[in-house]
């Protein structure tokens, strides 16, 4: 029966309509009708009617949007009336799926409709991974650990994963060589779960215990990070975000930004308080300022005092040059984020997702990339 179900799986136009399923749940879901969009964009009366029908029909929804709109625009000064910008964000979600952050990242407030349609959503970000990548060869990077075996010669450290007691024997062997090590749930993402372990002064079979009750685990040899991505933040592995996309016709690196950590956080993802800046991909020079997830700018790192714009990353081609290789590996997973980190052993990756955001890019030039990532799944041969 499971073979059966398979094969049926396998089929072309199952695999169509699974994922056409999956576009239409997260490019769909909370969206107004493109015609109500289109009116609502230049009738204001029509526009808080729409918005009012949304908030009534998905009351949880709008409930969860408002208090993160309350809260991001508690984190910071912004010009103009509040209450008319909150109208805005929660118009914005429901006309084109942009969350507070994302709204304030992309000033939106400033742009004309043409603009604001320029930007991709992390919502459509999702349904573009779907679009782009096979279902279920892109599955690999849901889970850690298979990520690892795909990649291992490129994550160069040490992984094994743990999620019961008969793994005990090889976790012991683990720490013997690795005391201090990075923890993750395998099927975690956006730096959740990762936590530094020091196993030096600690129970190492107690610890055992309590790791094994939070479900399967990836344990990795610590990556020491080097040269300037440490000179920015030491306490953090800072990443490389770059984006591979496959079109059958070359692999293009058009999108990579640099994710940097606060003094004292171990990861460098916005939501601990990291900050965004933007790379030239062709030079791997830094070439913007930095942003955070509310918008806040920063000229030089708030904590280490290091200037940010014309930073040169080291080995910036070899880095490119991994990621592709990379990206060959899994020929129909074709839109691909690669987080890599500069380390002891040159440049080393610390996971890949087939489901990237693109609010690094966006965030930093502020100008939207909806058509290069058109033209890109144009030339995929693949129809939106």
Known sequence: MKK???????????????????VNYYGRRYILPEKSVKRAENDMAYRKLAVARQTKKWPEKTSVLTGKIREVLAAGYYEGDSEELAADMLFCYFAYGFSPNEYLCYELNKKSVQERRSFVSDRESVCYGYLMNDIDQMRVFRNKMQSYEKFKNYYKREAISIAASQDK???????????????????ESCGRSVE????????????????ILDGEMILEEQVIQTGVLKQLNGSSVNTVRCITLNTGK????????????????????????????????????????GVDEVNHCYSIHPDSKVKFKGLQLPEWEQMISVCREMALQIEKVRFIGWDMAYSDKGWVVIEGNALSEVI?????????????????????GVKM
């Open 4 to 22: 059966l179900k398979d094969f049926i799986k396998e089929l072309s136009f199952v695999k169509k309509l699974r994922t056409r399923k999956k």
């Open 360 to 380: 690094g890019p966006q965030a930093t030039s502020k100008k939207g990339i909806r058509k290069e990532l058109n033209n890109y799944i144009t030339e995929m």
């Open 196 to 211: 530094l372990i020091d196993t030096n002064s600690a129970d190492k079979e107690q610890l055992f215990e309590s790791l």
């Open 250 to 289: 070359g692999i293009y690196t058009p999108f990579c930004f640099l994710k940097v950590g606060r003094k004292g956080a171990f990861v460098d993802n916005g939501g601990a308080g990291g900050i965004l800046v933007g790379i030239d991909s062709k030079s791997g020079t830094l070439n913007t300022d």
């Open 169 to 187: 024997e090889k976790y012991l062997d683990f720490v013997k060589r690795h005391p201090v090590f990075v923890k993750k749930r395998v099927g």
